[in-house]
């Protein structure tokens, strides 16, 4: 039986439709979630899932030492149901965390579907809906579909910002020649061989690298102009900033030894495993613009890719964001609306992990509205606080999108530590210890109920 309380209308259902929901749901509130596939596609989408990983199945490093391994703690403390599914859906990749796209959003989806108080409705949402007396949340994405791409426009009064994504390559694990490649983790991380690599010399480094600048390229309209997201540039974009820099980058040797010559390689390129049958392998950094017949001919250069069947093509997409602090507060509200909420990647966050990350904010927020309480923010200096006040305060700079960071971490009040290592350990405990008191305090009348119920 549904709550009696307000309904929450969130559109979208990406990794932040889908955690927002959930966050609301085992809560005891009445939630309405809108995606339009599989009705209508984006270019980048394949399948009908919520959550569908479409540019990586890679959630980046699992290390507690580092900011996305401390972010995903911090989800955890919470309870979040994108972690619950990523490590239920986990493959091998050193000390990242991988999943097995499929299995993944067949379990969000499923979990979702569960839930008596998610009604999910597989239509596009065409304008701004009416929150009446509720709450809206718009998490459609970097994709945002034109109808309601125009209505957001009219209702923010500035354009849109935007960058380019592009996507790496899927080939079958079949078609590769293993007497080539090696297994190992670099450093010896995760299980020691979680990766395959292909190993170049400087010979064949130097050639490879001559195809990929010379190869031909996906044309920008003449309305579009190329800005890309540093974290994610197309490794032709990568290459033409020096001959060195892919051997620093993503065909970079450190940390692996070749065990048929007990020598590090000059460059190497590595594929993840991108299924749990390990049928699949994903070419890790390979993220490109090139057109397929060129992607073919140029990644088939790399040793053991020779007869390399491909799955899935690399390309580029168009990602849009708003200007967060123009728009919005450290609780993701639209300044102009307080019945209005953003969430995901549509607010300057990058990543699966960040954009799950505003989901679980947003919808821990309108709990404590419907609760009749004033929401309790989140400190700066927990990761997740960290996103709201990227996405909230005031800049000279431009406004860009952003991954989670030790470097947007607030570390006010920390002693002064020398040691990287050690004042990040510190930056690490403090902030798991601040959202547990924040759990306790902000939530402390929250209902926890049913499926849900996991912490």
């Not at 679980?360 to 960290?386: H, M, N, S, W």
Request: hydrophobic letters at 35%; proline letters at 5%; charged letters at 25%.
């Amino acid at each position: 039986m549904e709550s009696s309380r307000p309904k929450v209308t969130i559109a979208g259902g990406g990794f932040a439709g889908v955690e927002c929901a959930y966050q609301l749901a085992r809560r005891g509130h009445a939630v309405s979630l809108f995606e339009m596939r599989p009705k209508k596609s984006t270019d980048a989408h394949t399948g009908s899932d919520l959550a569908e990983m479409v540019c990586s199945n890679s959630f980046r490093s699992d290390n507690p030492a580092n900011a996305v391994g401390l972010l995903k703690r911090e989800m955890e403390i919470v309870g979040s149901l994108v972690m619950e599914e990523a490590r239920k859906a986990a493959v091998p990749a050193g000390d990242a965390l991988a999943v097995d796209r499929t299995v993944f959003a067949a379990g969000v989806t499923r979990r979702l579907e569960s839930m008596p108080n998610v009604k999910i409705h597989r239509e596009e949402v065409l304008a701004l809906p009416d929150p009446g007396e509720g709450h809206v949340v718009i998490a459609t994405g970097p994709l945002t579909s034109e109808p309601l791409e125009k209505a957001l426009l009219a209702a923010l009064g500035e354009t849109y910002l935007y960058f380019y994504d592009s996507v790496a390559p899927i080939v079958e694990a079949s078609s590769l020649d293993c007497g080539l490649l090696f297994a190992a983790s670099r450093y010896g991380k995760g299980g020691g061989d979680d990766y395959l690599n292909a190993p170049l010399t400087r010979e064949e480094y130097e050639a490879f690298v001559k195809e990929l600048l010379s190869a031909e390229k996906v044309p920008f309209h003449d309305f579009e102009k190329a800005v890309y997201f540093e974290g994610c540039l197309p490794i032709e974009t990568m290459a033409e900033r020096g001959l060195e820099t892919l051997r620093h980058g993503p065909m970079k040797p450190f940390g692996l030894t070749n065990p048929r010559t007990g020598r590090e390689p000059y460059a190497v390129v590595q594929l993840r495993q991108d299924d749990l049958a390990r049928d699949h392998f994903n070419l890790v950094g390979f993220q490109t613009k090139m057109k397929t017949g060129e992607q073919k001919r140029v990644f088939r250069m790399i040793p053991g890719l020779a007869n390399a069947e491909f799955v899935r093509y690399g390309y580029l997409h168009r990602n849009t964001y708003i200007n967060g602090p123009a728009h919005l507060d450290r609780l993701f509200r639209w300044k102009k609306d307080e019945r209005f909420f953003f969430a995901g990647q549509l607010t300057g966050v990058e990543g699966y992990l960040e954009s799950a990350a505003t989901g679980l904010i947003v919808g821990a927020t309108i709990a404590q509205k419907l609760e009749g309480r004033d929401p309790v923010p989140l400190p700066f200096t927990t990761a997740l606080g960290a996103l709201c006040r990227h996405v909230s305060e005031p800049r000279t700079s431009d406004y860009t999108p952003a991954n989670v960071t030790f470097g947007i971490i607030d570390e006010t009040g920390l002693p002064q530590i020398r040691d990287k290592a050690r004042r990040r350990e510190e930056i690490c405990k403090r902030a798991k210890g601040e959202i547990q008191t924040w759990c306790r305090v902000a939530l402390q009348h929250s209902h926890l109920s049913g499926e849900g119920d996991r912490r």
